[in-house]
Antibody, heavy 121, light 108 residues
Framework: DVQLVESGGGLVKPGGSLTVSCAAS????????MNWVRQAPGKGLEWVGL??????????DYAAPVKGRFIISRDDSRNTLFLQLNSLKAEDTAVYYC????????????WGQGTLVTVSS | DIQMTQSPSSLSASVGDRVIITCRAS??????LNWYQQKPAKAPKLLIY???TLQSGVPSRFSGSGSGTDFTLTISSLQPEDFATYYC???????????FGPGTTVEI
């Protein structure tokens, strides 16, 4: 079965850093374009960024609110996607989901179950 | 940036009702429009991609239509398990390749 499992969420102080991970299985991770999407408590979905496969150049793109603070990376040998969150603000508090991106149509499927990041002093 | 809007923001309906949710893009996105269903405390689930293609395993009571700037998601006969929040998502822009609408909550 195709599966994405996020981990690494937790409580972090404003200005702090945290890295969350997404372990993939059941598909060719190295060929996949991967996304991070977040959802603040009680709010809608917000795209965070994506990373293309190395075969497609490995480029990353970020949403404006996180550009320069968040870094997406991947370790294809471990089938794992990472999101490094730096200079965290209270408004970054959210459930962070990883999802596979279909580069032909742009849909996101499947999704992981999410990991909660709480930024609070 | 491409902005997405949805209407209504919420609606009340009964089992068996026909439900229509509208999504509008701030500029033409051809058919690069996808729909998701999200239930509380769960990850979103892809329902429809490319405006009108039903994802495998999704019941046929769900359908999508539209192109350009105006799109609809229709549930032909609402079932108890369909009470959820629905999001549209554009995938046309190369600058910001994923943008979600604000969501429509379907309530009993």
């Amino acid at each position: 079965d195709v599966q994405l499992v996020e981990s690494g969420g937790g409580l972090v102080k404003p200005g702090g850093s945290l890295t969350v991970s997404c372990a993939a299985s059941g598909f060719s991770f190295s060929n996949a374009w991967m996304n991070w999407v977040r959802q603040a408590p009680g709010k809608g979905l917000e795209w965070v960024g994506l990373i293309k496969s190395k075969a497609a150049g490995g480029r990353t793109d970020y949403a404006a609110p996180v550009k320069g603070r968040f870094i997406i990376s991947r370790d294809d040998s471990r089938n794992t996607l990472f999101l490094q969150l730096n200079s965290l603000k209270a408004e970054d508090t959210a459930v962070y989901y990883c999802a596979t991106y279909d580069f032909r149509t742009g849909y996101l499927d499947p999704w992981g179950q999410g990991t909660l990041v709480t930024v609070s002093s | 940036d491409i902005q997405m809007t949805q209407s209504p923001s919420s609606l009340s309906a009964s089992v068996g009702d026909r439900v229509i949710i509208t999504c509008r893009a701030s500029q033409s996105i051809s058919t690069y429009l996808n729909w998701y269903q999200q239930k509380p405390a769960k990850a979103p689930k892809l329902l429809i991609y490319a405006a009108s293609t039903l994802q495998s395993g999704v019941p046929s009571r769900f359908s999508g239509s539209g192109s350009g700037t105006d799109f609809t998601l229709t549930i032909s006969s609402l079932q108890p398990e369909d009470f959820a929040t629905y999001y549209c998502q554009q995938s046309y822009s190369t600058i910001e390749p994923v943008t979600f609408g604000p969501g429509t909550t379907v309530e009993i």
